[in-house]
């Protein structure tokens, strides 16, 4: 395991992203496979490549841009991540999580994390949105394990409340007021980078889980940590392995996406201006 930063591996992140910026970001995204349109209805932007900020990982996935997007949208100031990092390119767990505990340093305390996920309960189909109201992670490491950073946290946080019910309540009056479908349900995560196999998601099923992917649980974990209230978004971008016999493919995750593009900017953009 490559030994995780110190508290001044992330000032120092974080000091570079201050200079450029200018201001204190109010909401933070984290944009998932195929989601990153809403970057474009952004204004004023500074945009930010990975690779330039100290200490920080560069995302390894060929179409995510691998850069910071701090501007305006809906009247707030948003710091969007357009990339994000996975335990299966071969980061340790902690480097996925890397910029969460980043932006805590620049002062923000409310995120919305989306992604792409696979559907399993059979309240959902390709192209719903789902807010997630709690996970599944079997995996045994931890973005926290290793020295407790105490700048940032405690050494056992609670993770009963991180996905934050009130942001979940807005979410779901936009979406009725715009005619969007939306759902709650339970993210699984899975290493990957392979899909899961037909065994693996019945079980999934058979222990609640609604939908199932490969990031965010960091994430959310680190946010648990450093007491940043989240909305977490999946897009039903395919039905999950064995359900409708159909192979798992990588375009149908970014078609999908892309396919809901409009109800999901719509949703982010209104959950933006009212939390």
């Known amino acids: 395991m490559l030994e995780k930063c110190g508290y001044k591996e992330y000032a120092e992140s974080a000091e570079y992203i201050k200079r450029l910026i200018g201001s204190t970001p109010d909401i933070a995204i984290i944009l998932g496979s195929g989601l990153d349109r809403i970057v474009r209805k952004m204004t004023e932007k500074v945009v930010i490549p990975y690779r330039d900020i100290p200490n920080f990982p560069v995302s390894t996935v060929s179409y995510q841009k691998g850069e910071l ?7 707030k100031k948003i710091l969007a991540m357009n990339g994000r990092f996975h335990y299966y390119e071969g980061w340790e767990m902690w480097q996925t999580a890397y910029p969460v505990a980043v932006m805590k340093l620049l002062g923000i305390g409310k995120m919305i994390i989306t992604n ?3 559907g399993i309960g059979d309240n959902v189909d390709p192209g ?3 807010l997630i109201t709690d996970h599944i992670k079997f995996m045994a490491d931890s973005p926290l394990r290793g020295a407790n950073l105490d700048e940032f946290g405690v050494r ?7 996905y934050d019910r009130e942001m979940m ?3 779901e009056v936009i979406a009725k007021e715009y005619g969007i479908s939306v759902t709650r349900g339970v993210y699984a995560y899975m290493a990957g980078p392979q899909y899961e196999t037909p065994a693996e998601i019945r079980a999934l099923k ?3 889980a609604d939908v199932v992917g ?3 649980v960091a994430e959310v974990i680190v946010a648990a940590h450093c007491g940043i209230k989240v909305l977490c978004i999946s897009c039903v971008s395919n039905k999950a392995a064995g359900i409708t016999g159909n192979p798992l493919t990588e375009e149908e995750v970014l078609e999908t996406a892309a396919s809901i593009a409009a109800g999901f900017e719509t949703l982010v ?5 009212r939390i």
Do not use: C, H, R
């Open 156 to 162: 056992f946080p609670d993770m009963q409340s991180v």
């Open 269 to 273: 953009t209104e959950a933006v201006k």
């Open 214 to 216: 490969m990031s965010t």
């Open 128 to 130: 719903d949105l789902v």
């Open 206 to 208: 058979t222990m609640g």
């Open 116 to 118: 792409a996920a696979g």
């Open 69 to 75: 997007v701090f501007g305006m949208l809906a009247g």
């Open 169 to 171: 309540n807005t979410a």
